[in-house]
T-cell receptor
Framework: EPEVTQTPSHQVTQMGQEVILRCVPI?????FYWYRQILGQKVEFLVS????????KSEIFDDQFSVERPDGSNFTLKIRSTKLEDSAMYFC??????????FGPGTRLTVT | AQSVTQPDIHITVSEGASLELRCNYS??????LFWYVQSPGQGLQLLLK??????LVQGIKGFEAEFKRSQSSFNLRKPSVHWSDAAEYFC????????????FGSGTRLLVRP
């Protein structure tokens, strides 16, 4: 069964450093999403991406964040200058023509 | 304001007992509705979904959910809980006036007594 994969599973970085979180969506999906979950809190939408551009973003997704689909398979989330409050689990999701989203296992980002 | 509410933070049931997890939403029009399950340290697995039609939907692992438009609810049920069902359950909605992003409730943690 096709699945969404994410790398790395855990990333530790120092405040102010740039991080890139990687995702490989399900191969025939066209819509891609990033969400985050701060420990003990609900899952929050960050950004949606379709046809090589952002289709919607939340207030959390400020200028420090960017997304890219550099090739036909990867979908990345970059945080330019990490802050302590960026520590969270980041989930990638994808969907096809129907509306259900399939999630990857997540990347735990720890900013020290 | 648009919101998804899961009023129960924790629920404890005995193995073999029935289960109902509550979810209410507040949106102008009926959004698409979902339940996801998250085991500790794991990602989110889709349990079931409602788009239209029959208001009682069946999902994986023996779960079902009923959409009630008059109550803006989408409660999750299971007739007999297994110890492996212990996890966190999230109700989510996808408003149709957006990129179908998911708006999640705060989750209900299910504990199962032997």
């Amino acid at each position: 069964e096709p699945e969404v994969t994410q790398t790395p599973s855990h990333q530790v970085t120092q405040m102010g450093q740039e991080v890139i979180l990687r995702c490989v969506p399900i191969s025939n999906h066209l819509y891609f999403y990033w969400y985050r979950q701060i420990l003990g809190q609900k899952v929050e939408f960050l950004v949606s991406f379709y046809n090589n551009e952002i289709s919607e973003k939340s207030e959390i997704f400020d200028d420090q964040f960017s997304v890219e689909r550099p090739d036909g398979s990867n979908f990345t989330l970059k945080i330019r200058s990490t802050k302590l409050e960026d520590s969270a689990m980041y989930f990638c999701a994808s969907r096809g023509a129907t509306y259900e989203q399939y999630f990857g296992p997540g990347t735990r980002l720890t900013v020290t | 304001a648009q919101s998804v509410t899961q009023p129960d933070i924790h629920i404890t049931v005995s193995e073999g007992a029935s289960l109902e997890l509550r979810c209410n939403y507040s949106y102008g029009a009926t959004p698409y509705l979902f339940w996801y399950v998250q085991s500790p340290g794991q990602g989110l697995q889709l349990l079931l979904k409602y788009f239209s039609g029959d208001t009682l939907v069946q999902g994986i692992k023996g779960f079902e959910a009923e959409f009630k438009r008059s109550q803006s609810s989408f409660n999750l049920r299971k007739p007999s809980v297994h110890w492996s069902d212990a996890a966190e359950y999230f109700c989510a909605v996808a408003p149709m006036d957006s990129s179908y992003k998911l708006i999640f409730g705060s989750g209900t943690r299910l504990l199962v007594r032997p």
